[in-house]
């Protein structure tokens, strides 16, 4: 706690960095995978080869992607860049998955009586679908928050990562309050930002919650 405090303002720097590097590829990811997870969701085959190459791709260590990327693309192996491509294909990935399966949870007839009164399918997808999915889409994308802050540490091992720069600057000083430090603040982060996802999800929920208190306001009632 020491290092931590006494220098504060230096781990805070790299923590916005670490936060550029976390939520920038998320963001990249839900512009991808909203509308094809959408596009995908009505089409069997599609679907299959979109979640196999989904699943297949989140199997690659994030150190092996690290170490590809540079190459293929004409980037340095340090450019931050090399880290935000690298979790875009993680976050992508995982809300290639999630964005079907939470449509999928829109009741038939809801969906049927939006097709009745003349919604066309894109009109149905983001007014109908899409926000009545939230709620479920939601608990997958608290997980890819929490999984790119904490693969974003992973970058130290190339020369970039935010606070992942404790742990290797700690393992090769031998001076453990470097590290404890890291992980007091990446944990901090993986709270917060995961806490700060479902309450924004909540509060673009209101039925949800409406919901949840019908029943104890009867049982306080009665």
Avoid: C
Wanted: net charge positive; aromatic share 6%; proline share 6%.
């Amino acid at each position: 706690m020491t290092y931590l405090i006494d220098n504060f303002a230096d781990i805070m720097a790299i923590t916005r960095e670490h936060l550029v590097l976390a939520l920038v590829p998320l963001l990249l990811g839900l512009l991808i995978a909203v509308p094809v997870g959408a596009l995908i969701r009505g089409n069997g085959l599609a679907r299959k080869i979109t979640t196999t190459a989904s699943s297949l791709a989140y199997t690659i260590p994030s150190l092996a992607l690290f170490v590809i990327i540079p190459p293929l693309v004409g980037l340095s192996a340090i450019d931050p860049l090399n880290v935000v491509i690298a979790l875009t294909v993680y976050s992508t990935a995982l809300l290639l998955i999630a964005v079907p399966s939470a449509l999928d949870t829109v009741p038939a007839e809801v969906a049927d009586a939006a097709d009745a009164i003349g919604f066309g399918r894109l009109r149905r997808t983001l007014t109908v679908d899409l926000p009545l999915a939230l709620p479920v889409f939601v608990s997958s994308l608290r997980v890819v928050v929490v999984t790119n802050i904490a693969m974003v540490s992973v970058g130290a091992l190339i020369g970039v990562g935010g606070l992942g720069k404790l742990f290797t600057q700690g393992y090769q000083r031998d001076y453990p309050d470097q590290i404890i430090a890291g992980i007091i603040v990446t944990l901090a982060l993986a709270l917060i930002f995961d806490r700060l996802v479902f309450a924004l999800g909540r509060l673009a929920t209101p039925w949800v919650r409406a919901g949840t208190r019908g029943p104890k306001t009867a049982r306080t009632a009665s």
